[in-house]
């Protein structure tokens, strides 16, 4: 129980690192607020933690939504009285497989505009949109944790991806920054760096064997990693354990960023 008589709102906790985490988070002892997107998979997380006897709300998110992102939180603190930990999981990930086609990632010179802002909204605006209005509630709590989710592209060169690089570089930066002006107030703001993590984000990719091969050949465990494993290290910095973490940067990926 160690997240006891604590709220947490999950973003994109519909699937994936965001799911996994939920539902530790609630076995844990937290109330959890499944902010997703899609209904049916937020439904579905909430219903397997009230399986498991633990405390979840669905509320219908999306992140690059001012409103949408208000009321998420005003959903944690209305119903669950106060607001300790906030997750910022939701994210894209559309790598350009084909250059030529405009709706997905690619070179600089290939992205559509729109393309990069849509990166740029759901992956970094979001996160600010998210730490702007929690960082209120979580101070007249008490005090608490937030925690970003960036990626090894942040910090590591990879080529058709440069729309979800640069979001993901914002995301490193604004935690840092962000850590140092709001730790004062008992914030601890801190950045996960995930590795090749199989979620359903990325299933085109695992499922491709070039793609799979260019991501797995850069990793020495030669594997991709599962979500329990981000949602084991979210969780301790969820925690009062990590109460000396303010601006870390915690890498998780099988060792990909050192070779």
């Not at 076995?27 to 009230?50: D, F, H, M, Y």
């Not at 939504?65 to 998420?72: F, G, H, L, N, Q």
């Not at 979620?199 to 599962?226: E, H, W």
Request: aromatic share 8%; hydrophobic share 40%.
């Amino acid at each position: 129980m160690r997240l006891k008589n604590k709220t947490a709102v999950i973003t994109g906790a519909g699937s994936g690192m965001g799911k996994a985490a939920a539902v530790l988070f609630a076995k844990e002892g937290a109330n959890v607020v499944v902010a997703e997107i899609e209904e049916k998979s937020g439904r579905e997380t909430v219903s397997l933690i009230k399986e498991k006897g633990g405390a979840g709300l669905f509320v219908k998110t999306d992140v690059s939504v001012v409103e949408d992102v208000r009321r998420m939180i005003a959903s944690a603190r209305d119903v669950f009285g106060q607001l300790h930990i906030m997750y910022n999981n939701a994210a894209i990930f559309q790598p350009g497989i084909n250059p030529k086609d405009q709706n997905t990632d690619g070179k600089v010179t290939d992205i559509s505009e729109e393309v990069f802002d849509r990166f740029y909204q759901i992956n970094l605006r979001s996160t600010f949109l998210c730490c702007k209005y929690s960082i209120p509630e979580i101070i007249s709590s008490g005090g608490g944790s937030i925690i970003n989710v960036a990626s090894t592209c942040a910090v590591m060169g990879f080529t058709g991806v440069d729309a979800y690089t640069a979001s993901k570089g914002g995301v490193l930066s604004l935690t840092r920054s962000m850590a140092v002006e709001y730790a004062p107030h008992n914030v601890r703001i801190n950045c996960i760096i995930p590795g090749f993590i199989a979620t359903p984000m990325v299933a085109i990719q695992m499922n491709d064997p070039v793609s799979a091969k260019k991501f797995l050949d850069k990793s020495p465990t030669g594997k991709f990693g599962k979500p329990e494993d981000i949602a084991h290290l979210a969780l301790y910095l969820a925690s009062d354990e990590s109460s000396f973490a303010i601006g870390g940067v915690f890498t998780l990926d099988g060792g990909m960023t050192i070779v």
